[in-house]
Each structure stands twice: as structure tokens, then as C-alpha cells.
């Protein structure tokens, strides 16, 4: 019996949707990306090199935003 309960998807405020448990991305190109991680970082600065995944660039960003208003 497939698992019914819902997906936990993580909403960070400068950073990443975090999606708990395995996950099938779908690009405005129609390439699917399987991800079989326990949690999946998407992208939502679009900084990333490996976009849609987040490679941690916004932390970066985020510094430099709070070194402005500073
Ligand atoms: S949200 Fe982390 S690199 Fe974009």
C-alpha cells in the first residue's frame, strides 16, 4: 500500500524549499530529476551552479545583502 502522507516541504526564508523524502523535478524543458535524498535543497535565488539544486551560493549573497544595509 503506497505511503499517504503528505509531503513536508520546508519554506527557509533566504534560502532554499527544502522537500523531505524522495522527489521527481520536473524543468520547463521537460527533463525529470529523481532525487532519492532524505531532503532535497531547491534553488530559489537562481545562484546556484547546479540549479535547480542549491549549492549553498545564496548563503553568500545573504552575507553581502546584510554588509549593505549595515
Ligand atoms: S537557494 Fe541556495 S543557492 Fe540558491
Redesign the pocket.
Known amino acids: 500500500m503506497p505511503d499517504r502522507s503528505p509531503a513536508r516541504v520546508e519554506i527557509?526564508g533566504?534560502?532554499?524549499?527544502l522537500i523531505h523524502g524522495p522527489v521527481e523535478l520536473v524543468m520547463p524543458d521537460g527533463v525529470r530529476i529523481r532525487s532519492e535524498r532524505a531532503v532535497t535543497?531547491?534553488?530559489?535565488?537562481?545562484?546556484?551552479r547546479?540549479?535547480p539544486?542549491?549549492?549553498?551560493?545564496?548563503?553568500r549573497?545573504a552575507r553581502n545583502r546584510r554588509k549593505e544595509s549595515e
Request: net charge positive; glycine share 4%.
Open positions: 527557509t533566504e534560502g532554499p524549499v535543497a531547491l534553488c530559489t535565488c537562481r545562484r546556484s547546479r540549479y539544486m542549491c549549492d549553498t551560493s545564496h548563503r549573497c
